[in-house]
């Protein structure tokens, strides 16, 4: 008989191993039988878990968004300040920092969030829970440059984010063009900001 961990520890295999399939397949290739044999579980196990591909969607949203919620909680946003070049410069590396995260150890949940939102656009199951979780993203730089005093901090946190996404899109389908090179990623994130703060 499965215990009630054995159950929940057999759930977060399928979900992580479903991101995994939606990184490197697409949501196309997203199926029970393709997450079973991805966490190397029973044939069965992820559609026992989950009933319907919907299901297993909504449960890959729930943990990409859990595993951001501890990133965005380590944005020092509260401290933004542009007083000086060194005060905007310790802005621009956290925001490197957090692409380079998102390129390297998060590179699959990055990946599989993209798909998500490209697929949102085509059916619309997910969209209410795809927009709060962008949400969690655009009040969370909103804070940061609402510390700096910019007179549009909700605007402009929903363009960052959509410039940070397009980053992130460009060093995903375009890695020959080294898009998730350090130096570059830092070089293209001042560019951004200084659109966001006027400067030159």
């Not at 029973?42 to 026992?48: A, F, N, R």
């Not at 890959?60 to 005060?87: C, F, M, N, Y």
């Not at 920092?97 to 949940?109: F, I, M, S, T």
Request: proline share 4%.
């Amino acid at each position: 008989m499965t215990t009630e961990r054995e159950e929940r520890s057999r759930k977060q295999r399928a979900v992580d191993a479903a991101i995994e399939v939606i990184a490197a397949d697409g949501l196309r290739g997203l199926t029970h039988r393709a997450v079973d044999a991805r966490a190397n579980l029973p044939p069965g196990s992820t559609s026992s878990c989950f009933r319907t591909r919907l299901a297993l969607l909504a449960a890959v949203l729930d943990r990409l968004v859990e595993a951001e919620q501890d990133v965005l909680a380590g944005i020092p946003v509260t401290g933004w300040s542009i007083a000086t070049p060194a005060h905007v410069a310790r802005i621009a590396d956290t925001l490197t920092d957090l692409l380079v995260h998102w390129l390297g150890p998060a590179r699959a949940r990055t990946r599989a969030r993209l798909e998500l939102y490209l697929d949102a656009a085509r059916r619309t199951e997910l969209a209410p829970e795809l927009a709060m979780a962008n949400r969690r993203f655009v009040d969370r730089a909103a804070e940061g440059f609402r510390a700096v005093g910019l007179p549009d901090p909700e605007e402009s946190a929903r363009l960052l984010l959509a410039q940070l996404d397009g980053l992130l899109y460009d060093a995903l389908a375009r890695p020959f063009l080294g898009g998730d090179d350090r130096e570059r990623l830092r070089r293209s994130v001042d560019v951004v900001l200084r659109g966001h703060l006027g400067q030159r």
